[in-house]
């Protein structure tokens, strides 16, 4: 799926251990400042807004 989807989110400069990501107001993940860093591909978490609306959909 990685080679066909791909939402990457990358932030730099980050100081904290630790960090909440939203979406909309609603929680998706704790990511490490390392994670964002490098970066994290949405499209493989199942619990944003736009997965649900994509199942919504194919329905």
């Known amino acids: 799926m990685q ?10 400069g980050l100081t904290g251990r630790a960090y909440l990501l939203k979406i909309d107001g609603q929680p998706i993940g704790t990511f490490s400042g390392q994670a964002l860093k490098a970066g994290v591909n949405l499209a493989t978490l199942h619990n944003t807004p736009q997965y649900r609306q994509a199942l919504q959909i194919m329905d």
């Open 3 to 12: 080679q066909f989807s791909n939402e990457q989110m990358k932030i730099e």
